[in-house]
C-alpha cells in the first residue's frame, strides 16, 4: 500500500504559498468591511478615570470608538479562554497593553491615527513586573486543567537527604513571545444572529464554542474559518480578547469588521512563555543513578488567572527515579496572561538537562552515558510500558554520527584560532496530545478525491501528509487529492497543538479512505460492467487511481468509470480514536565560543528522534530544523524585556526581540529512528512538532561548559556573561 | 500614522525650498528609518519631499579622496572600488549593517540621521526627552543594555545606531549641506551632537539643510582599516559594540591611528584620549591596554550596560590585533 506515506514527498501547498494563492486570515476582502485598531493601556495597574473619543471620532474615516462605556456585556468564557478577564467592561487596568477602546474606521490608517487620538487618563498604581520583585509572594496555585501543581512519587526529600551525592543549582529564562510571522487577524461578519469568523486560529472547533459561549451564541451559530496559519505556537490556540471585541463591535455597529493585531500589540495579546526560575536538587548514587529528584519552579503569573504552563514534565517521565517531588509555584504580577509556547516543557527541560550535565562532572561520567544509566522503559507515571519507545536507539544513532565518542571532556580542551570548541548533548522530549477526529473523504465521477476535515494546519504540513495518507489508502496519484480543512462547515476535529494532529487525524482520514476504496472495489466486483465483476473484493487491488486483479493486472477498472457507472460520489467517513503518548530524541552540538569576546556560534547540530512512523520525512525535518533553530535563539538572545517599574514591554518589536537569523542557523543533521509505534492508531505515528525543541537550549549551555569551564544558568547566554 | 503630503524633489535646491515653505515637511530618500518612526508615532510630518530622483547618487574619486553621493545606496557604495580599497573599514561598516533589503534601499545621507534603536524613545507609549522633550528618561533607571556608557546625560543615554557614521569619524570624513542659506561643510566630528539638555536635537543641521554628500580623504591609516561589529546575533541587528580603527605602523611603531566607537556612546564616538595613548609609540599590549583605559576614563555604566566597559576595550585590542597589533 505505502507508496507515498514516509517518503519526502513535497507541500501540496508548497505552490499555493509561494505565489501568494493561499489566502491567510486578513486577506479575504470582505465587501463592506470596517477596519479595527484596538488602544492599549499604557499604565499597567490601577483605573480608567476618563476616556475622551472625541478627537478620535472626529478624525475622516472614523465609524465608532467603543470603550467600556458603550460595549456590550461579555461573558469571559472558560478554556480556551485563558485571560479571566475580558478588556472594555470595566475601569480596571490589569496590565500595559489592555485594550481599553476599539476604533472602527474605513481604513486601517485612519483607524491606527484615531487610536492615537484617544484620550484616556488613568489613576495609576505602582506594578510589579517580574519575579523577583515579589518573591515574598509565591504560592501554589490550585490545579489547571486537573492537572496538580504538585507533583509527588516516593518520598523526594530524605531521598536527597540520603543520597550518596547531591546536586543543587538554579535555573532561569525570561519572558519569550511566540512572533508567528503572521499577526492575529480577526474579520467578524454578521448575518442576523449568525456570525462567520475569518479567524487566525489553531482549532477552530475550539474557538467556535469559545466565541460562542462569550457572545451568548448556540455553537452552531458560529463559523469559524481558518485555511491557513501563519505560524501559531500556542499564540493561536487559546482564545484573545480581540476576536470576541471584534466580533462584538461588528454586531454594534452592523458592518463587518476587520482586526489586525499590530507587532507590538501581540507582545500583549496572545499569551507568552512565563518568566521562569527552577530550582533544581539531584540526589545519586556515585555510579549515577538517580535517587532523587526535587523540583521547585516559579512562573510568572498575571492578576487575573493562575495557570502555569511552564510544567516539569521531564523531571518525573524522563528518567527512571524512584523520589520526586515537584511544586510548580507561580507569583502574580502586573503582566499579561501566558499562555501555552511551543514546547511549553522546555523551560523546565532546560534545568534538568543543564543539572544532569553538572552532575555528570561531578561524578566523573560521560553526559551520555550518565542518561543512559537512568532509561526507562516504563512510563514511570503510569508504570506501564511504553508500546514504542527508542529513545536508546536516538542516543546511539545522535552520538554516532556526531562523533561524541571522541570527545575529549576536559572543559577548555579543544580552541580553534581564536574561538574555544565545545560539545553538548541533550535529551529531547514532549507529551503529544491526541483529540477525537471525524474525517470524510468522497470520490466523484472525474476520479477526483475531496478529504474534509476541520483539522488545521499551522504551517506543519497537514494538507500534505493527509493527502498522503487518503492517496495510499485508496490507491490514488496524490494530485487527485484536494483536502478541505481549517473550517467549522466540515466534519469536526480537534486543536492543532499539543502536537496532537497527526496523532490526532492519521486514523480517521485513512479509515475513511480505506472505507471509500472498499466500497468503490465492492461496486466494481458487484457490476456486470466491470472487467472485476465476480472478484472477491480481497483479490483486487488500487493503485494510481486504478483498480486491478491482483492475479491478472490486464484485468482493470477505474475510480473514475467505478463511480461514473453508480452515478453519484462515493463518500465514507471514518472516526478512530489515539491515545496520547511522547515522542523522544537526542540532539548533540558544537558551539564556538570567542575567546575575546564571549560571543556563541553554533556550528554543527545532529539530532535523533523516536516519532514512531515517519509519514514525511520532508516536514518531520522541516519540525526538527524549525526546533533546533528557535532552540538557538531560546539559549542566546530571545528575551521579552520588561521595564521594572512600569510593567510595560521595552522590546515589542522584531528589530529588538532577537530571533535567530539565516546567518545563526548551522546545518542539521536530522536523524529519525522510524518504527511504528504499535500503539498508535495514527499508522503508528507519533505526535512530534514540539519535541525537537525541547533539548537544544541545554545543549547549547552543557557545549558552553565544554567549550569555556563557565556555566550559564540564567538564559539567554549572551556573549556579556562570558566574558 | 497620519496622512501627510508628498512631493518629488526635482533638484537640490527644489528640495530645500519645499521643505523649507511647507509646514510640517521633511525629506524622504529610502525612507527605511523614516516610515518606521512614522508609523510606530514616534516622529510625524505632514509632507514628505521625495529626493530619490535627484542626481546625488554617484560614487567617484575626487582628489584625494572619494566623494559620495547622499543619495548613493548603502551597497552601492560598499561595492564600489575605491571605496574598499582605499576605505576597508568603510565597506566593512556598511556590510555589517542592516539586511540586503535594507542596504538596497538606505541611502547615506538617511544613515547619518537614523534614529536611535531606545526602546522607551521608539514606544509612543513611554515617556521619552528625545521624542517628547522634558517627559523624562525611563531608560536612566530602566533597562539599558543597549545605552551608552559615554557622553550621555541627565536627560539621555540612547545610543547612536549607525555603524556608517563610525567608520566616517575614523576617517575624518566631512559632510556636505545644502541650506536655504548655501552650502556649507560640517566635519563629521562636529556633525552628530551630544544629548545634553536637548537630546531631541542630534545634528548640526538647520532647518531645510540637506545633505548633498559626503567626502572621505585618503590617507594611509584609511588604506589600512577595519570595522569589528559585536552584537547579540550574527547579522540583522545593531551594535553592542562597535570599533571603527584605521592604522598606519612605521617599523612597529604607531604613526597614525583613529579609533571610533558604536554602540558605547549618544554619538559616534571618536576617542582622542586612546589614540594619543597609542600615536608615536610601539604598539605593545601594554600600550593597548592603556589606550583602552583612557578610551573608558569617565564612562559612567549602569546595571545593564556595565559589560561594555571591559568589552569595549578587548573590541579594540582585538581590532588593533587584526591591524598588526600584538594578539
Known amino acids: 500500500m505505502s507508496e507515498l506515506v514516509g517518503r519526502a514527498v513535497d507541500r501540496v501547498d508548497g505552490r499555493a504559498k509561494v505565489t501568494g494563492g493561499a489566502r491567510y486570515a486578513a486577506d479575504n476582502p470582505v465587501p463592506g468591511a470596517l477596519q479595527g485598531f484596538l488602544v492599549g493601556s499604557t499604565i499597567a495597574r490601577g483605573e480608567i478615570t476618563g476616556i475622551d473619543t472625541s478627537a478620535a471620532r472626529a478624525h475622516p474615516g472614523v465609524v465608532a470608538v467603543y470603550t467600556h462605556r458603550d460595549m456590550p456585556r461579555l461573558t469571559a468564557p472558560p478554556f480556551p479562554y485563558l485571560k479571566g478577564f475580558i478588556p472594555l467592561q470595566d475601569t480596571r487596568i490589569h496590565h500595559s497593553g489592555q485594550p481599553v477602546a476599539l476604533v472602527l474606521a474605513e481604513t486601517v490608517e485612519q483607524a491606527h491615527e484615531a487610536a492615537a487620538l484617544v484620550e484616556v487618563s488613568y489613576r495609576a498604581e505602582q506594578p510589579k513586573a517580574v519575579i523577583e520583585d515579589a518573591l515574598d509572594e509565591v504560592y501554589l496555585p490550585a490545579p489547571f486543567r486537573d492537572r496538580p501543581n504538585e507533583i509527588v512519587r516516593g518520598a523526594g526529600e530524605a531521598a536527597l537527604a540520603g543520597a550518596e551525592v547531591r546536586f543543587e543549582a538554579d535555573y532561569s529564562s525570561p519572558t519569550h513571545h511566540h512572533n508567528p510571522i503572521e499577526p492575529h487577524a480577526t474579520t467578524a461578519v454578521w448575518e442576523g444572529d449568525r456570525l462567520t469568523l475569518h479567524e487566525t486560529a489553531q482549532g477552530v472547533n475550539l474557538t467556535r464554542g469559545t466565541v460562542a459561549a462569550a457572545l451568548g451564541l448556540p455553537p452552531q451559530n458560529v463559523r469559524v474559518i481558518s485555511p491557513y496559519l501563519g505560524g501559531g505556537f500556542g499564540a493561536k490556540g487559546p482564545l484573545w480578547p480581540h476576536t470576541i471585541l471584534t466580533a462584538a463591535a461588528a454586531r454594534l455597529v452592523g458592518r463587518p469588521v476587520k482586526l489586525v493585531l499590530s507587532r507590538a500589540q501581540m507582545f500583549t495579546s496572545n499569551g507568552h512563555r512565563a518568566q521562569f526560575r527552577q530550582n533544581l536538587r539531584l540526589g545519586a548514587t556515585r555510579r549515577g543513578v538517580l535517587t532523587a529528584i526535587v523540583d521547585t519552579s516559579t512562573a510568572q503569573l498575571s492578576r487575573t488567572d493562575e495557570a502555569i504552563f511552564n510544567r516539569s514534565d521531564s523531571a518525573h517521565l524522563l528518567y527512571a527515579c524512584p523520589n520526586v517531588h515537584i511544586r510548580h509555584r507561580g507569583v502574580r504580577l502586573d503582566v499579561a496572561t501566558s499562555s501555552y509556547m511551543r514546547s511549553p516543557e522546555t523551560t523546565a527541560h532546560f534545568g534538568l538537562e543543564t543539572a544532569l550535565d553538572e552532575l555528570s562532572y561531578e561524578l566523573g561520567l560521560d553526559p551520555l552515558e550518565l542518561r543512559l544509566r537512568n532509561y526507562t522503559e516504563v512510563n514511570p507515571e503510569t508504570g506501564q510500558r511504553y508500546t514504542g519507545k527508542h529513545l536508546d536507539a536516538c542516543y546511539r544513532m545522535a552520538a554516532e554520527a556526531f562523533g561524541w565518542a571522541r570527545r575529549n571532556p576536559r572543559p577548555g580542551s579543544t580552541k580553534d584560532g581564536e574561538e574555544y570548541v565545545g560539545w553538548g548533548m541533550a535529551t529531547e522530549t514532549h507529551s503529544h496530545g491526541a483529540m477525537p477526529a471525524t474525517a470524510a473523504v468522497s470520490v466523484d465521477a472525474e476520479g477526483r478525491v475531496l478529504l474534509r476535515i476541520a483539522t488545521q494546519d499551522i504551517g506543519t504540513g497537514t494538507y500534505t501528509v493527509i493527502s498522503q495518507v487518503a492517496a495510499d489508502a485508496l490507491g490514488m496519484p496524490l494530485d487527485r487529492i484536494t483536502a478541505r480543512i481549517g473550517d467549522t462547515a466540515l466534519p469536526e476535529a480537534g486543536l492543532s497543538a499539543a502536537s496532537a494532529t497527526v496523532a490526532s487525524v492519521t486514523g480517521p482520514v485513512h479509515r475513511a479512505a480505506t472505507a471509500v476504496r472498499d466500497a468503490v472495489v465492492a461496486k466494481a466486483v458487484a457490476d456486470r460492467r466491470s472487467p472485476l465483476f465476480g472478484l472477491s473484493p480481497e483479490r483486487v487491488v488500487t493503485e494510481h487511481g486504478h483498480l486491478f486483479a491482483a492475479d491478472d493486472r490486464r484485468r482493470r477498472d477505474s475510480y473514475r468509470d467505478v463511480v461514473a457507472r453508480g452515478g453519484q460520489p462515493v463518500e465514507a467517513t471514518g472516526s478512530v480514536p489515539n491515545t496520547p503518548g511522547h515522542s523522544f530524541g537526542a540532539v548533540f552540538l558544537e558551539v564556538r565560543v570567542h575567546a575575546r569576546y564571549g560571543s556563541v556560534r553554533v556550528t554543527r547540530v545532529v539530532t535523533a528522534h523516536d516519532l514512531g512512523r515517519v509519514l514525511n520525512r520532508r516536514t518531520a525535518r522541516g519540525q526538527v530544523i524549525g526546533g533546533v533553530n528557535w532552540g538557538i535563539g531560546y539559549a542566546l538572545m530571545e528575551h521579552t524585556v520588561l521595564d521594572r517599574r512600569t510593567a510595560r514591554v521595552v522590546n515589542p518589536s522584531l528589530s529588538s526581540y532577537l530571533v535567530p537569523v539565516c546567518a545563526d542557523a548551522p546545518s542539521v543533521e536530522t536523524l529519525f529512528v522510524d518504527r511504528p509505534d504499535p500503539g498508535s492508531t495514527a499508522l503508528g505515528a507519533k505526535g512530534f512538532g514540539e519535541t525537537p525543541i525541547t533539548g537544544v537550549p541545554a545543549a547549547i549551555g552543557n557545549a558552553v561548559f565544554h567549550a569555556t569551564g563557565r556555566r550559564v544558568r540564567d538564559l539567554p547566554i549572551t556573549q556579556d556573561k562570558l566574558l | ?327
Request: charged share 25%.
Open chain 2, 1 to 327: 500614522m497620519r496622512a501627510f503630503g508628498y512631493t518629488v524633489a526635482k533638484d537640490p535646491a527644489d528640495a530645500v525650498r519645499l521643505v523649507t515653505t511647507t509646514p510640517g515637511a521633511t525629506f524622504i530618500a529610502g525612507g527605511t528609518d523614516l516610515l518606521n518612526l512614522m508609523k510606530d508615532g514616534a516622529q510625524a510630518h505632514d509632507h514628505l519631499v521625495d529626493l530619490n530622483r535627484l542626481d546625488m547618487a554617484e560614487v567617484r574619486a575626487q582628489g584625494a579622496g572619494v566623494r559620495i553621493g547622499a543619495l548613493a545606496r548603502m551597497r552601492h557604495v560598499a561595492e564600489h572600488r575605491r571605496v574598499r580599497e582605499g576605505f576597508p573599514v568603510l565597506a566593512q561598516a556598511l556590510l555589517a549593517s542592516a539586511s540586503p533589503q535594507l542596504r538596497n534601499m538606505a541611502a547615506i545621507g538617511g544613515n547619518l540621521l537614523q534614529r536611535t534603536r531606545c526602546g522607551y524613545f521608539r514606544d509612543s507609549g513611554s515617556a521619552c526627552n528625545k521624542r517628547e522633550p522634558g517627559s523624562g528618561c525611563p531608560a536612566l533607571e530602566g533597562y539599558s543594555r543597549g545605552h551608552a556608557i559615554l557622553g550621555g546625560s541627565d536627560h539621555c543615554i540612547a545610543t547612536h545606531p549607525s555603524d556608517l557614521a563610525v567608520a566616517l569619524l575614523a576617517l575624518d570624513a566631512s559632510v556636505h549641506v545644502l541650506g536655504p542659506d548655501g552650502a556649507r561643510r560640517i566635519p563629521i566630528a562636529d556633525f552628530h551632537l551630544l544629548p545634553g539638555s536637548t537630546p531631541e536635537r542630534e545634528n548640526a543641521l538647520r532647518r531645510g539643510e540637506l545633505i548633498t554628500h559626503v567626502e572621505v580623504p585618503d590617507s594611509h591609516a584609511a588604506a589600512h582599516s577595519r570595522y569589528l561589529k559585536l552584537r547579540d546575533r550574527a547579522t540583522f541587528e545593531f551594535a553592542v559594540v562597535s570599533v571603527a580603527a584605521a592604522l598606519e605602523l612605521r617599523g612597529g611603531v604607531v604613526r597614525d591611528v583613529r579609533l571610533a566607537f558604536g554602540g558605547v556612546a549618544t554619538k559616534p564616538w571618536r576617542s582622542a584620549e586612546a589614540e594619543a595613548a597609542l600615536r608615536g609609540k610601539p604598539l605593545t599590549a601594554a600600550n593597548v591596554a592603556e589606550a583602552g583605559r583612557a578610551l573608558v576614563r569617565g564612562a559612567a555604566p549602569r546595571p545593564d550596560n556595565a559589560f561594555k566597559v571591559e568589552l569595549v576595550q578587548r573590541a579594540m585590542a582585538g581590532v588593533l590585533a587584526e591591524l598588526g597589533g600584538p594578539r
